[in-house]
Structures are given as structure tokens and as C-alpha cells.
């Protein structure tokens, strides 16, 4: 008793390897899956390709005049005339197109978060044992230190736009799976009744009663995955997302600190705007629904 207690106080890692089994956890995907993660990392390639393709082919104007003008809608013209400031000094400093790439792969990351996401969350509030076995893996994905996920994503896909937008899913997911999930739990038990009553089916009740009335929780949802996608998408350039992460990064093996004060701005104007406006919407249906 006292040797084995002589050895696993020497070298407890020998009883209990954990890293060394995820090691040959991935090993093994890789040996027996390598083309299906060919083929889904291609899809999603192509998919954040042809965002960034389209945003970069519009003129700059066009997209200052479209976030502008959501401004004035959303906001009014104090945060107009803010968003043409933001993007005249971006243009400025000639991070434009940087900052049209990180836009591109924080779009990219969003949608494939909000469609894994919120399907996710109306599943775990309608079933507790779904909410119960979803939970802890959330509270995994959110502690877990981001760049941790650079790792498998790079073993499973290479380096390049590809593992910077699915390790950036991974940390933005738990957000919209979270809200989704709260924002449908939280609807009255009588305007539930009360579409029973009206002889809703399940589905009906769904998208015609708790969906319209938790839209303000899912809108906090949506609003907290952008902002956690923006971060890690800054994060993910240490694997080639590209965008303003390659000039902060950039910045930081230089040591230039003008560099990294420029590209670090042009982040923090676009999660502003993104933000505002993003939260905005979920204001407005709360407002409404009051």
C-alpha cells in the first residue's frame, strides 16, 4: 500500500493519463475519418469564402452606407454619425479591408453557431433531460480557455480560415444555446394554456406563441455570440483566420505597439457597432411585447 501510494504521489500522471487518451482519442479520428473532414471542412470553407468574396467585392460606401442607415433606424443619428466616424477612422488607418475579412468570418461563425445553437436551446426547454445532460458540456465549452480549441481544430483541418471559424463556433455556441432555452422557459404557463385551448399542436405552439414571446431573450442570444465569435475570431489568427487578428498578432511578435494600438481599435469600433445594433433589436421586441 505504501509503494503504490510512494508512486502515485512521484508520478500521478502515470494513474490517470486523461491527456494522453484524448491524444489517442484524435489520433483515432483522424485515422478512420479523415475524408468526411476533408469534405466538412471544404463546406465550410466555401461558406465563409463566399461571404468574405462578397463583402470585399462590394465598394466600401456601400457598406458605410448600410450600417449607417441601420443606425439611423435602429438608434437614431447620434449613433449614425458615430458608425461614420468608426469606419472613416478605420478607412483611415488603411485597415479596411482587414476589417471586412474579421466582419466575414465573424458572420461565418455566427450562422453556423445560431443554427446549431438555437435549435439546440428550444430542444434542451422542451426536454429536462436534454437540459440536463446539454448543460454541463456548456459549461465546458464556455470555461475551457479558447485557445485550447485551436488545437484539435488544426489537427482535424489544417491551419486557415477553416479551424479559426469551427474552434470559434465551439467558444460562441453556449450563449444562444443558454438564452434560447431561458427566453422559452421563462414564457407565462397561461399564454401556454391558452394556445392549448386554442387547440395549437406542438409545433403551432412553438412558433406562433414561445418563440414570438422569448424573441427578446434569443435577440441577448444572437447579440452575445457576435461578441464572443468577434474575440475569438481575433484569437483564431494564431491558426490563419486571417483578418484584424493577423495585425494584432503581427503586432505582438514585433513588438509594435502603434500596429497593435491600430488594429486593436478597428476591433473594438466593430464590436461597438455590431453590438449596438445587434442589441437593438432585442430592445425593440421587448418593448413592443411590454
Known sequence: MSDFLHR???NPHDFLPIGEWVNQFIHFLLDHNGGAFDAFGRAVD????SIEVALLS???WLIMGFFIGLGVWRLGWRFAGFVLAAFALIFGTGFWPQTVSTLALTLSATLISLMIGIPTGIWCARNKRVNTL????????QTMPAFVYLIPAAMFFGLGRVPGILATVVFAVPPAVR???LGIRQVNKEQVEAGHAFGCTSTQLLFKVQLPIALPAIMAGVNQTIMMALSMVIIASMVGAGG??????SSIQRLDVG???ESGLAVVLLAIILDRLTESFGRGQA???G
Open 8 to 10: 502515485l504521489i512521484s
Open 46 to 49: 466555401l461558406f465563409a469564402e
Open 58 to 60: 462590394l465598394p466600401p
Open 134 to 141: 446539454v448543460r454541463p458540456v456548456l459549461d465546458f465549452m
Open 179 to 181: 438564452l434560447t432555452s
Open 244 to 249: 484584424l487578428g493577423n495585425d494584432v498578432l
Open 259 to 261: 500596429l497593435g494600438f
Open 287 to 289: 418593448a413592443r411585447q
